[in-house]
């Protein structure tokens, strides 16, 4: 089955404002179901690309780096068999994994592969293991520690990561706290102590041993930021933020049930040494395309606030989860695709029934030139609306292949999608390939 990415990402717009109640709490996640993976077919795509599945079973699959040869490390969020990394390889290439090779023994998040190194994240810690000509770890068992003593609590502990072209290190410290309230209130902490610890911290991609207190705190007003990515074309950091909880538990006058399921948008931001984002003083509407005043801090629903804060790029519908950010540098996608960006969606906007999929944002000139687009549907593997079972995958990581190809990673059930393009590609003359 095909269908038409701009005709869903419009039912989605349109849905998201809809008064319909949601149905399940919007930050709860689905356990694990031991039911057979849902074949990559049921996919839904657009003409011309197809998905395979590599591998299953992996486990807590978060977020998953590729090197140059084609194997794909994998970053879990809990151990399997004592360790929270594994290499994958085909060895036959047949399409299939067929060799996995673990080491680290820590959970977490974050992987990248930058300057002959291989970057992971705990959820407190950040190592560096060197990598061979073959792009392979020379001593699993001894990784050099970049950076500890992160703040970890007990919710939204992810420390996702990325690397520029400087030797510059970027890790995520989120919230735990939504809306930074007074506890068992409605009250909004003012100032909000959290600004000082959460948002994008900076570090040393090359020097070990460093402490939390050696970073440099580059953008604040951030709850939680799961994907982030380099762009090679700005040369600058993009980072796609989980919005905030509940509206209507102390705030009835102002939401109901209906719209604090539908609100705030989840959002999409260039950031900047110094940027501040606004958390949790405002919010962004999808609905009035505003940022307006959170209640804890005054607003009403309708106050507009946040002056001298950054707007975002692109809004998505609420409680969608952007667990992964990659700006596509292939060519073998159609040319649009060519330095846009995707996202991995890890969770599901109830009023709109829609999530668990993978989207995409047109980009020229280092903006976005059009409205997000559902580029890779059904994960869920069940209708949303009318559910008649247990959702089968959660998107979380993102990786680009050596052939230009897209892996999907799923960290419900540990199964590993490949998308690929079969129809023809648009020729770029050389001037236009040059970087």
Partial sequence: MRTTFLGLSCLV??????????????????????????????????????????????????????????DIYVKLGKLKDGKGIYRLRDTNKDGVIDEQVGFGDYPGTGI?????????????????????????????????????????????????????????????????????????????????????SAGIWRFKANVTDQA???????????????????????????????????????YPQYYTPQQSAALPAETLYE??????????????????????????????????????????????PAHMGPNALLFYTGTAFPERYRNGAFIAFHGQNQPANKGYLVGFVPFKNGKPSGPWEVFADNFAGIDLAKPTGPVQH????????????????????GTLFRISYQGAVQKTTASANKK
Wanted: net charge positive; aromatic share 8%.
């Fill in 112 to 196: 990248v592969i930058k300057n002959g190194y291989l970057y992971a994240s705990s959820n407190s810690s950040i190592f560096r293991y060197k990598l061979n000509e073959n792009q392979e770890v020379i001593n699993p068992d001894q990784p050099e520690k970049l950076v500890s003593g992160l703040r970890e609590k007990d919710r939204d502990k992810s420390k996702s990561i990325a690397v520029d072209n400087q030797n510059n290190l970027y890790v995520n410290v989120a919230s735990d706290n939504d809306a930074c309230r007074e506890a068992g209130t409605g009250k909004g902490l003012m100032p909000c102590p959290l600004r000082d």
């Fill in 271 to 316: 950031l900047h040494q110094g940027d501040d984002a606004g958390w949790p003083y405002i919010y962004y509407d999808p609905v009035q395309k505003k940022k307006i005043l959170a209640p804890e801090y005054g607003g009403d629903g309708k106050k507009t606030g946040g002056e001298k804060t950054i707007n975002p790029l692109a809004a998505f």
């Fill in 13 to 70: 717009a349109s849905l998201v404002s809809i008064n319909s109640p949601a149905k399940n709490n919007p930050g709860k996640h689905p356990a694990p179901t031991r039911k057979s993976a849902a074949p990559a077919a049921d996919l839904k795509l657009p003409s011309g690309f197809s998905a395979s599945i590599v591998a299953q079973d992996l486990g807590a699959t978060r977020h998953i780096a590729v090197t140059k040869t084609g």
């Fill in 394 to 413: 959660r998107p979380c990581g993102l990786a680009q292949g050596p052939d230009g190809s897209l892996y999907v990673t799923d960290d419900l059930n």
């Fill in 212 to 250: 939390s207190s050696d970073g440099v705190h580059f953008a604040v007003g951030l709850k939680n930021v799961v994907g982030l990515d380099w762009n090679p074309k700005t040369n600058s950091l993009f980072v796609v933020q989980h919005g905030r909880g509940k509206f209507d538990d102390f």
